[in-house]
């Protein structure tokens, strides 16, 4: 049976990664027979220049049809002039819109070899390795009313709405669930629950699916004292599950432990676990076409996109395994070396070889 890919590299050095990862997924398909096939459609700046949307109908197409999407990423300073609405980043909200990708998974995986990279001392982050379950679709970021108005004394008040029904935390709660059952069996369900009426709703809803996973051992946290414990002692956690705003900021705290952005992958899930699969970087457009973007976020994203929505495990763990081994050679982008010697190195297309040579085994 052929899996239907869907390649949107997107603008900057979104083009340079997604090449890289395409030939890494080439690889492990010629060696587990996952019976690939490949599309390529425009996402972003790109699509806005060629097809003056950024998420063409021709895209929409490809992406309902697809099983999964890689995406590079998007944006640029030639389209930031252009309103709010009409600029590449909206081409990413429309596709997660679209496709209902409501759950977001984010690990923070410290690679033993770039222990010396992250912004904490070794010993706290050797062997980190945390999932966070963002919820993408709802909350703040989306919540009505919203919008800025001008209050009876002629003072301009801005103003949000945090919601969240039921439903949507009920079924983020239960992917969470799940991701915890397959790795260590904890989750803390992160939450604002002495101060947010939505947050408390999110606990109880959390405790009552807990009833369902007696095989996962579930806390709670409230989010100041989540982003202390980050940087204080990261590896105390399994997995956390958090709303949109939340998550975007503790996400982005985990980023940093481990290392480079140029490092972390992530997915996001609909209830079909159909995916977009991206690096959390951006579009990098200080490096771009200077071969010199580290392509292993995009092919991590890549292995995630085997395992989350093609059940392939198997070739996950061998190109997962395959970038463990290019660090341990000691290979490395420039966003990778700590000591200021970039001379030493590799680029874009030499970090690709690299990969696909040790999937091959050589
Ligand atoms: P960025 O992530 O693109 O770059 C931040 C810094 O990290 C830059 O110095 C860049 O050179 C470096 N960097 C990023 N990825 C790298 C990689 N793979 N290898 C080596 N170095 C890497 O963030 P930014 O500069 O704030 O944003 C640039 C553009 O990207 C903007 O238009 C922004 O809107 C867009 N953006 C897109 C996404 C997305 O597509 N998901 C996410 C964030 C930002």
């Not at 992250?118 to 970021?141: H, P, Q, W």
């Not at 690096?279 to 392509?295: E, F, Q, R, Y």
């Amino acid at each position: 049976m052929s899996s239907q890919i869907l390649l949107l590299p997107g603008d900057g050095i979104g083009p340079e990664v997604v090449r890289e990862a395409r030939r890494v997924l080439e690889a492990a398909d010629a060696q587990f027979s996952l019976g690939l096939s490949f599309s390529e459609g425009r996402l972003g700046g790109i699509a806005i220049d060629e097809e003056g949307a950024a998420y063409p109908d021709a895209t929409r197409a490809l992406a309902r049809g697809a099983d999964a999407i890689l995406l590079g990423a998007v944006g640029g300073s030639q389209w930031d002039a252009l309103p709010a609405a009409d600029r590449p980043e909206r081409g990413l909200l429309a596709i997660r819109a679209d496709l209902d990708l409501f759950c977001n998974h984010r690990p923070a995986l410290l690679f033993p070899d770039l222990a010396e990279a992250s912004s904490l001392r070794a010993e706290l982050v050797a062997g980190l390795d945390v999932l966070i379950v963002r919820e993408l679709t709802g909350g703040i970021y989306f919540g009505e009313p919203r919008g800025i108005t001008t209050n009876a004394d002629g003072v301009r008040e801005g103003y949000n709405t945090d919601r969240y029904s039921e439903t949507e935390i009920r079924r983020i709660g239960r992917l969470a669930f799940e991701a915890a059952q397959k790795r260590g069996g904890r989750l803390c369900s992160v939450d604002k629950a002495n101060v947010l009426e939505v947050t408390m709703l999110w606990r109880e809803t959390m405790e009552s699916l807990s009833a369902d996973y007696p095989d996962v051992a579930l806390s709670h946290m409230y989010v100041d004292n989540a982003a202390m414990q980050l940087v204080r002692e990261p590896k105390q956690f399994d997995v956390l599950v958090t709303g949109n705003l939340f998550g975007d900021i503790l996400s982005d705290i985990a980023a940093m432990l481990t290392g480079s952005i140029g490092m972390l992958p992530s997915a996001s899930l609909n209830a079909d676990a159909k995916g977009l699969y991206e690096p959390v970087h951006g579009s990098a457009p200080d490096i771009a076409g200077t071969d010199s973007a580290n392509p292993l976020a995009t092919i991590l994203s890549a292995a995630m996109l085997l395992r989350y929505s093609l059940n392939a495990p198997e070739a996950a763990e061998a190109i997962e395994g395959a970038v463990a081994s290019v660090l341990a050679q000691g290979l490395r982008t420039a966003d990778l070396i700590v000591d200021g010697n970039h001379a030493a190195a590799v680029g874009t297309r030499a970090m690709g070889d690299a990969v696909v040579a040790a999937l091959r085994g050589h």
